[in-house]
């Protein structure tokens, strides 16, 4: 089956917005046996919508659109593809129901442009979409299949999941594409690649390297008839990298180092706190963004200030002699939240996150530190001027990694 995706909005176009939904679209394909041979973006122009989807009709047989399924006069695609196949839709009564009971609901009265939400055609069925106001579309005609889905990420990929997916893997017939993915950290990219380099010429199997912020990722994959016989062909590739790598692994495919994190903590019953200073709360939001971390995240301090580092349990004397941006101060604040709130481990970060100089110390330099239950402490050091977005993600990173090595006594 070939595929084609077709995002649909100005904002994204223009780069208003990051199209993340064709990229997650798009990495499952492979693993249905469908082809994807075209992405394309297009504005909340009429003209240039039904264009778009007439080129796509004529190659592709499934087209997957994202997008433009709102009550406004600029949400197009179900009028493009009411012109595209020739067919007048209808309000569907029972999905008029649903709509107005959403708004009901939320003690609103349902404005008169949403009706067309509840549109159907011949041709088509509703996907059902919980989280908003907008039906999806499954659409077959003459062979082909047109899936529209709404462009909020969050919506899309319910529906997507729910609706679209198994629907796809029910009608998939031809090889299917697995993949697995492969964490480390700790070990370089160019040498996790020297490492693994023996296992590239294994039949049937595809290997790649990928740098991220996380560490260095392998990915194997491989094609079968069904998705059974794939993983029969990647299980005995994934044993030799656990053994190649051991305990630089630290997960697999869509897990997260803070999910690794909580992991441990969970299994071991112990407790974290930490005080950040140029994060201003970025590693206590993603610390928290994996659910169940109450049973371990005592709390997270920001203290963007000296004053309030000092009144947190900071000795004054520390900062007067090394600086507010210092490895010392950042032990210093490590040990602090963790004496504080009595908790397992603790973590201190302080640095610059730029774009400008602080205290004579250069934009990008970061320190993080962490406090061991045995009452040591572990810092590291980076310097990386990539702007101020990226260095707090990268100081988030590191913070998790060190926080790692503590807990498997690796930390130095």
């Not at 595929?3 to 064709?22: K, M, P, R, V, Y």
């Not at 004054?316 to 010392?328: A, K, P, T």
Request: hydrophobic share 40%.
């Amino acid at each position: 089956m070939k595929a084609e995706i077709i995002a649909i909005g100005t904002e994204i176009l223009l780069g208003e917005i990051i199209d993340t939904n064709s990229a997650h679209i798009a990495q499952q394909l492979p693993e249905l046996g469908i082809d994807l041979n075209y992405k394309t973006v297009v504005g909340d122009n009429m003209g240039r919508i039904s264009e778009t989807f007439r080129r796509a009709w004529d190659r592709s047989d499934l087209i997957i659109m994202t997008g433009g399924l709102g009550p406004t006069e600029d949400d197009m695609t179900r009028e493009g593809i009411c012109a595209l196949l020739g067919e007048e839709p209808v309000v569907d009564p029972m999905l008029e129901k649903r709509l107005r009971a959403f708004f009901e609901g939320r003690g609103y009265v349902m404005p008169p442009s949403n009706i067309k939400q509840a549109w159907l055609i011949p041709s088509g069925r509703a996907l059902d979409n919980p989280r908003g106001t907008a039906p999806g579309w499954w659409v077959e005609r003459d062979g082909r299949i047109i899936v529209a889905m709404p462009g909020v990420p969050p919506e899309m990929e319910r529906m997507w999941a729910n609706e679209v997916r198994p629907e796809l893997e029910r009608r998939s017939d031809g090889e299917v594409l697995v993949t697995r993915t492969v964490k480390t950290v700790g070990i370089g990219e160019g040498s996790v690649d020297e490492m693994a380099k023996h296992l590239y010429g294994t039949p049937g199997i595809g290997i790649g390297t990928y740098a991220r912020a996380d560490g260095v990722h392998l990915r194997i994959g491989a094609k079968g008839r069904s998705r059974e016989e794939a993983w029969e062909r990647i299980r005995p590739v994934e044993e030799e990298l656990r053994s190649i790598f051991g305990s630089a692994i630290w997960g697999y495919d869509d897990e997260t180092f803070e999910g690794y994190i909580a992991d441990q903590m969970h299994e071991r019953g112990q407790t974290l706190a930490v005080m950040e200073s140029c994060t201003g709360g970025l590693l206590s939001s993603t610390l928290t963004d994996v659910p169940g971390s109450t049973q371990y995240f005592t709390a997270g301090l920001v203290t963007y200030h000296a004053q309030q580092k000092i009144d947190a349990g900071v000795p004054v004397e520390v900062i007067e002699e090394f600086g507010v941006i210092s490895q010392e101060t950042a032990k210093a604040m490590a040990q602090a939240v963790r004496e504080r709130y009595r908790t397992d481990y603790g973590i201190g970060v302080t640095g610059v996150a730029g774009p400008d100089p602080a205290d004579g110390v250069a934009p990008g330099t970061v320190h993080v530190a962490v406090a061991t239950p045995e009452g040591g402490v572990h810092a590291l050091s980076m310097t990386m001027n990539t702007g101020r977005a990226a260095v707090k993600r990268r100081a988030v990173t590191t913070s998790l990694l060190l926080l790692r090595r503590a807990l498997l006594g690796e930390a130095r």
